[in-house]
């Protein structure tokens, strides 16, 4: 029974998102700031890790303007660093999700800086 090269991929990146979470904790004041990276979508969310809730999210379907998929990343950095400023939250502790620091993770995360949103 062969097993697939792309299941194989999911779970290394699910141990790789439980590592990184074991270590970080989102609070009221300095939530997670969550990323999840499909082939085709990017996602973003705010989570108090300490009750368990999501405070804010954002994804490229919240973004009308076509394009690139990392300029369109950068644009849902600075949408949750705006929902973020609306709750008053300055900074955040940044969760890539088990995947590498690079491409739209990156620039996802470069665009929340610019907004003004730290980690």
């Given at each position: ?63 009308k303007t076509k394009g690139k998929k990392v300029d369109i990343?950068?644009s849902v950095g600075e949408l949750i660093a705006k929902k ?36």
């Amino acid at each position: 029974m062969a097993i697939s090269i792309t299941k194989i991929k999911r779970e290394k990146r699910i141990k790789r998102h439980r590592r990184i979470k074991a270590t970080i904790s989102g609070t009221r004041q300095t939530p997670r700031l969550s990323v999840f990276r499909s082939n085709k979508h990017i996602y973003a969310q705010l989570i108090n890790d300490s009750k368990g809730i999501v405070l804010a999210s954002a994804s490229d379907k919240d973004i009308k303007t076509k394009g690139k998929k990392v300029d369109i990343s950068k644009s849902v950095g600075e949408l949750i660093a705006k929902k973020a400023k609306d709750l008053k939250i300055n900074k955040t502790v940044f969760d890539r999700g088990g995947f590498q620091y690079h491409g739209r993770v990156k620039n996802l995360a470069e665009g929340a800086r610019e907004a003004g949103l730290k980690f």
